[in-house]
């Protein structure tokens, strides 16, 4: 059974922190992992991974994939406020089936 | 420029009821796709539509109905809600596979 396990479930840090958020993954046929972070609603987009290996960089946020360990890493340094929110990882299948398999999520709480 | 618009945002039914939840997406993309987020759940796939006058089941998709019958709009419909089926749902669009999925700001269902 194809699964995307998240640690930790929730975490409460201090502005200036760095936090690192994980996610590990038991699928077959992977293609490429996602995450994402959602506040009140909707799901945004922060980075796709498909290689082992190759950092991707947006501002304060940073992720890389280890495809032999089947794992990801999502870093936030220098946490500010705004970034509280419940981060999701998920594994798009290579498979016909054009979907995602989502863990449940981190929540991450920043406090002033 | 909308993106992905979900209507109704909040909708109580009683049980037996049905009801439609409509999903459009102004961003000519391809790929449709109706989630529900459960706590401790994650986000789970109903259904998925690959383009026009297609569409496919998910990992839950019992209980449930959908329709791509214009490429922009992703019809989910509910026969005889339960219980069961109290959840917030989310649509997504995606242009092809290689990229993040867009998603709407979700509707909150409870059935009584």
């Known amino acids: 059974e194809d699964k995307v396990v998240q640690s930790p479930l929730s975490l409460v840090v201090h502005e200036g922190d760095t936090v690192t958020l994980n996610c590990s993954y038991e699928v077959t046929n992977f293609r490429s992992l996602l995450w994402y972070k959602q506040e009140k609603k909707a799901p945004t987009f922060l980075f796709m991974l498909?290689?082992?290996?190759i950092e991707k960089k947006s501002g304060r946020l940073s992720s890389i994939l280890d495809k032999k360990e089947l794992f990801s890493i999502l870093n936030i340094t220098a946490t500010q406020t705004g970034d509280s929110a419940v981060y999701l990882c998920?594994?798009?299948?290579?498979?016909?089936?054009?979907?995602?398999?989502f863990g449940t999520g981190t929540r991450l709480t920043v406090i002033p | 420029n909308a993106g992905v618009t979900q209507t109704p945002k909040f909708r109580v039914l009683k049980t037996g009821q049905s009801m439609t939840l409509l999903c459009a997406q102004d961003?000519?993309?391809?790929?449709m796709y109706w989630y529900r987020q459960d706590p401790g759940m994650g986000l789970r796939l109903i259904h998925y539509s690959v383009g026009e006058g297609t569409t496919a089941k998910g990992e839950v998709p019992d209980g449930y109905n959908v329709s791509r019958l214009k490429k922009q709009n992703f019809l989910l419909g509910l026969e005889s809600a339960a219980p069961s089926q109290t959840s917030v749902y989310f649509c997504?669009?995606?242009?092809?596979?290689?990229?993040?999925?867009?998603f709407g700001s979700g509707t909150r269902l409870t059935v009584v």
């Open positions: 961003m000519n993309h391809e790929y």
């Open positions: 997504a669009s995606s242009f092809d596979r290689s990229y993040g999925y867009t």
């Open positions: 998920a594994v798009e299948l290579q498979t016909g089936a054009n979907n995602l398999f």
């Open positions: 498909t290689s082992s290996g």
